[in-house]
């Protein structure tokens, strides 16, 4: 039973890691996100703030995340907040919208698109 509330969110530790998360809330922050690429990792974490799965994700992630602001930018996106956001993010940067989802833009592409239990902080590595 105490997995199931973990897992779904219930009576779940908090994460003694705070992570710089960017939030993104405007297609017009799509430029800035382009240029920063040329120079750092830009990282986006699309979440679903009404999901279990993507919770537990998110969680995980933030977790074994250990990249320092120099070498890489955080970018949150909550889809249900910002649905038309989250369109125009797919369709912008060529990937098929999933939640929770984990993208990689660097010189103005996506490089790098896990959802799920696919996604590895420890992956961004490969990127920076």
Request: glycine share 2%.
């Amino acid at each position: 039973m105490n997995f199931f509330k973990s897992f779904f969110g219930e009576n779940q530790e908090k994460n003694n890691k705070s992570l710089a998360w960017n939030p993104l809330t405007e297609v017009s922050q799509f430029d800035t996100i382009e240029e920063e690429s040329k120079s750092k990792c830009v990282i986006v974490f699309k979440h679903s703030t009404r999901c279990g799965i993507s919770r537990f994700a998110l969680s995980n992630f933030e977790s074994a995340y250990s990249i320092s602001e120099e070498d890489a930018k955080l970018y949150f996106l909550d889809i249900l907040s910002n649905r038309d956001v989250s369109n125009s993010f797919s369709a912008r940067f060529d990937v098929i919208h999933e939640s929770p989802q984990l993208i990689i833009i660097k010189n103005r592409k996506a490089v790098y698109n896990e959802s799920h239990g696919q996604i590895d902080a420890e992956k961004i590595a490969e990127f920076i």
